[in-house]
Antibody, heavy 114, light 112 residues
């Protein structure tokens, strides 16, 4: 059974950092582009960042460039999102998904508020 | 960035009714490799999205065949032939032909 399990979310003050993790199982993680997608409360879906199979290529949406870093550890089948200088507009549920969005985690909530 | 325009934004249907959702792209989604990376997702209330259709018309494993996708270039359609109660939720088209990948704004399906 395919599983993507996110962790690391929570309440954080503006300007602080948070690191999300996504543990994958049930499929060959190293064969898939991976991505983080977020959804602000009552809003639609938006790509945040994605990373190639080997980690050599990454993409970030403009609003998180320079603040967020996506990475992966294929030996551990784990995807990461380091989020620095967080802003209130980063408040959302963050989903881990494959590049072709076939597999999804349940999501983890990130709330940026003072 | 590629803009995906979904219509209608909301849809109300009775059980058994057939409905269609349109997704129009601001540029062709035909990749240089010959594939068109246009997919459809369903997000049920309180759930993560799930993949219904990929590469325009390929039905994801386990998805009922009342769902079908069609289109090419910039115009795409998701059809549900005989809506069932479990189909309520928000439908999104998503393209991964051009970076950055983009989502449509969603179509909310309500059951009358």
């Amino acid at each position: 059974e395919v599983q993507l399990v996110e962790s690391g979310g929570g309440l954080v003050q503006p300007g602080r950092s948070l690191k999300l993790s996504c543990a994958a199982s049930g499929f060959t993680f190293s064969n898939y582009y991976m991505a983080w997608v977020r959804q602000a409360p009552t809003k639609g879906l938006e790509w945040v960042a994605y990373i190639s199979t080997g980690g050599g290529s990454t993409y970030y949406r403009d609003s998180v460039k320079g603040r967020f870093t996506i990475s992966r550890d294929n030996a551990k089948s784990t995807l990461y999102l380091q989020m620095d200088s967080l802003r209130s507009e980063d408040t959302a549920t963050y989903y881990c998904t494959t590049g072709l969005p076939r597999y999804w985690g349940q999501g983890v909530m990130v709330t940026v508020s003072s | 960035d590629v803009v995906l325009t979904q219509t209608p934004p909301t849809l109300s249907a009775t059980i058994g009714q057939s409905v269609s959702i349109s997704c129009r792209s601001s540029q062709s989604l035909l990749h240089s490799n010959g594939n068109t990376y246009l997919n459809w997702l369903l997000q049920r209330p309180g759930q993560p999205p799930q993949l219904l259709i990929y590469l325009v018309s390929r039905l994801e494993s386990g998805v009922p065949n009342r769902f079908s996708g069609s289109g090419s270039g910039t115009d795409f359609t998701l059809k549900i032939s005989g809506v069932e109660a479990e189909d309520l939720g928000v439908y999104y088209c998503v393209q991964s032909t051009h970076a950055p990948f983009t989502f449509g704004s969603g179509t909310k399906l309500e059951i009358k």
